[in-house]
């Protein structure tokens, strides 16, 4: 994740909390950690666990996709299906060799 995304999804934690009305404190107390630790979920440079973020949804009634960009989310999307298609593609090529190394070995 890029720094922005991780920037981002901070900043969107925060503003989720403070519409909800919890302190950071109150946060921190409902997820089992000191106020300080939340403080650095919210401000911190590195990425949050996971967990941690499902658990912040939960608290806050929220999804995670909602903490993210949505250009994020369809980014990877994006990534994710290009990747697929370029593994289909090089298993193509795969196949279409065997098929002729068979047709070879057979005429």
Known sequence: MCQNDLQTIKKRIALARKEAGHTQGEMAKLLG???PAY???ESGDKPLPVAKIN???Q???QSISCFMEESYVSGEKEKVLENISNQF???N???ERIVEILEKHYS
């Open 93 to 95: 090529g795969y196949l």
């Open 39 to 41: 403080s650095y979920y």
């Open 89 to 91: 593609e090089k298993m």
């Open 59 to 61: 608290i806050l009634d």
């Open 33 to 35: 950690i000191s106020q």
């Open 55 to 57: 658990k912040i949804a």
